[in-house]
């Protein structure tokens, strides 16, 4: 079936430091979604795109629908970035298609 | 900002006995959704609907029901709990359409003993 290859599974950055999270569809997929899940376990929106790239703040995502992937940038690292991020795709079906998550720890 | 309501947050239930939780949304949203998150592993999608009255089982329904019974509310039925049902449990909405974007509750954990 459909699916959505997300890496790395665990991240370790410094503050201040900056890095990239990449998902791979193994089908067209009509749009990606980003979420972080906090530490009190909540989904927080990060990005929602059906093509091209979105910027927000410290926070870069891109989408390619063609080429079957979509990026997440972190820039300038912060604490309160820790989390598990996670990438989520719709194909054809009426599901999310959720990649397994990265494990993102900022370090002091 | 959307704002998708579970209830109860935490549930001890036992096994054999029937759960029931609740999702609010308040942003008329035509779809809602029930995922169960386990870890280690990305959401799953239980149940579905795209409107009052409709329900639509999703890519893991065994063992589960679900009822949309206003445009507002969408509930997750378990009638004979078991402890493989032990997991968190998301609740979402999005606007009509497939690839639209969704919105989710701050989960529900469920623990079956």
């Known amino acids: 079936g459909d699916q959505v290859e997300q890496s790395p599974s665990a991240l370790s950055l410094h503050e201040g430091t900056g890095s990239a999270l990449r998902c791979n569809f193994t089908?067209?997929?009509?749009?990606v979604q980003w979420f972080r899940k906090n530490s009190r376990g909540s989904l927080i929106n990060l990005f929602y795109l059906a093509s091209g790239t979105k910027e927000n703040g410290r926070l870069k995502s891109a989408f390619d629908s063609k080429e079957r992937y979509s990026t997440l940038h972190i820039r300038d690292a912060q604490l309160e970035d820790s989390g598990t991020y996670f990438c989520?795709?719709?194909?054809?079906?009426?599901?999310?298609?959720f990649g397994s998550g990265t494990q993102l720890t900022v370090m002091p | 900002e959307a704002a998708v309501t579970q209830s109860p947050r935490n549930k001890v239930a036992v096994t054999g006995g029937k759960v029931t939780l609740s999702c609010n949304q308040t942003n008329n949203h035509n779809n809602m959704y029930w995922y169960r998150q386990d870890t280690g592993h990305g959401l799953r999608l239980i149940h579905y609907s795209y409107g009052a009255g409709s329900t639509e089982k999703g890519d893991i329904p065994d063992g589960y029901k679900a009822s949309r019974p206003s445009q507002e509310n969408f509930s997750l039925i378990l009638e004979l709990a078991t402890p493989s049902q032990t997991s968190v449990y998301f609740c979402?909405?999005?606007?009509?359409?497939?690839?639209?974007?969704?919105?989710f509750g701050k989960g529900t954990r469920l623990t079956v003993v």
């Open positions: 989520a795709a719709a194909s054809g079906s009426w599901q999310l298609i």
């Open positions: 979402a909405s999005g606007d009509r359409g497939r690839y639209t974007e969704v919105f």
């Open positions: 089908t067209t997929m009509r749009a």
